[in-house]
């Protein structure tokens, strides 16, 4: 049998009208800039900059780790455009580190209880 693969749509998202418009909330590491947008899916977009890492590969590493994080957990994050952006303190956690700093954010974020423009987590 022979199966074709599947193809993912790729969305493209604006990332200054993001961080220009969007609501600022830090967390242990990352900075997370929250976009409202009319459609139901959500999008993400993770920046990790060469000041992080000069390594290739230690800055795909983390923006891997982000992108599983989002799949495992933000699934029922809605009509929102995150973007993620990577400081130095990133290095210092691991996959599963990173994923229990981001669990409250994500529950914020899921029961909308974001009513001011900035909140700061574990900072």
Not at 6 to 16: A, D, L, Q, S, Y
């Given at each position: 049998m022979i199966t074709l693969p599947?193809?993912?749509?790729?969305?493209?998202?604006?990332?200054?009208i993001a961080i220009k418009n969007g609501?600022?909330?830090n967390v242990r590491g990352i900075s997370i800039y929250v976009?409202?947008?009319?459609?139901?899916?959500?999008?993400?977009?993770v920046?990790?900059?060469?000041?992080?890492s000069n390594l290739a590969v230690v800055r795909n590493k983390?923006?891997?780790?982000?992108?599983?994080i989002f799949r495992?957990?933000?699934?029922s994050v809605e009509y929102k455009d995150l973007v993620f952006i990577l400081n130095k303190r990133i290095l210092d956690l691991?996959?599963?580190r990173i994923r229990k700093e981001l669990s409250d954010f994500r529950e914020q974020i899921?029961?909308?209880?974001?009513?001011?423009?900035?909140?700061?987590?574990?900072?």
């Open positions: 599947v193809t993912r749509k790729k969305i493209k998202i604006n990332f200054n609501a600022k909330f976009k409202n947008k009319n459609t139901k899916s959500s999008n993400l977009g920046i990790i900059s060469k000041k992080v983390y923006r891997r780790y982000i992108k599983e495992l957990d933000f699934q691991d996959f599963n899921v029961d909308e209880k974001l009513n001011s423009n900035s909140i700061n987590l574990g900072d």
